[in-house]
């Protein structure tokens, strides 16, 4: 027997539902663009970070360690932790969506946590696809264009201290990372993580507390087996 189609107004639910995502999601590089330059990137180099890496906290967390005054190395091993969620995603959701060849390159690209959400939760592969490029072609459109219109802003206020993008990079880790603190474990992680890069920022050099910081939730990952309360498996 032939799998049954979804019909038509599933498949507009689910784009109307990625197309909300992409809005509320793709204004944030407005931040990540001014965060940036405040960290010494030049407006070339933050959107060429945004069209290349493609993953907000990883982009965040490389601008914020270079701008803390970290090496190169380490910022890219921060960015590389945070992203390494991305290969997971990409072994649940290859089989979902089927793409085989350039299409599953460019899928790749655009595999980040919205994009995932918006497809994992279909069976059907037509819907799953909808969610899935809507959210993911949406996001990289509208974060690369929110990322030169802040990066240009910020660039033109001249000293970053001087108007408090300095604190830049922790409001905007905190604020990706408040919708996520739903549960009692995640909020003892936050805290755990938070206390452990505050007690290593006067003894290592910049940089590797943000790595000592992704350790604690690695280390807890690792114990908990992966899952968390519910049995379902974290990000």
Do not use: K
């Not at 390159?105 to 490029?133: K, N, P, Q």
């Not at 001087?162 to 992680?189: N, T, Y």
């Amino acid at each position: 027997m032939a799998p049954r189609r979804p019909t038509p107004e599933r498949v507009r639910a689910v784009r109307r539902d990625a197309l909300a995502v992409a809005v509320a999601t793709g204004t944030y590089g407005v931040g990540f663009g001014a965060v940036s330059v405040a960290s010494g990137l030049d407006v070339w180099q933050t959107c060429a970070l945004s069209l290349v890496m493609f993953t907000g906290a990883s982009q965040f967390a490389l601008v914020g360690v270079l701008g803390a005054g970290g090496g190169p190395l380490a910022a890219g091993a921060a960015a590389l932790l945070l992203g390494v969620r991305n290969t997971l995603y990409g072994l649940r959701l290859a089989p979902l969506l089927g793409y085989r060849g350039w299409r599953r390159v460019v899928a790749a690209h655009v595999l980040i946590d919205e994009s995932t959400a918006m497809a994992i939760g279909h069976e059907e592969r037509e819907v799953a696809r909808t969610g899935f490029w809507t959210a993911g072609l949406g996001i990289f459109a509208l974060w690369n264009l929110a990322t030169a219109l802040g990066a240009l802003g910020g660039d033109r206020l001249g000293d970053p201290r001087a108007v408090g993008l300095d604190a830049a990079v922790g409001a905007a880790f905190l604020a990706l990372l408040w919708p996520r603190l739903d549960g009692a474990v995640e909020r003892l992680v936050a805290l755990g993580a938070a206390a452990v890069a505050a007690g290593a920022v006067p003894l290592v050099p910049a940089g590797v507390p943000v790595l000592a910081a992704a350790g604690v939730a690695l280390l807890v990952a690792a114990l908990s087996g992966g899952r968390d309360g519910s049995g379902e498996v974290t990000r």
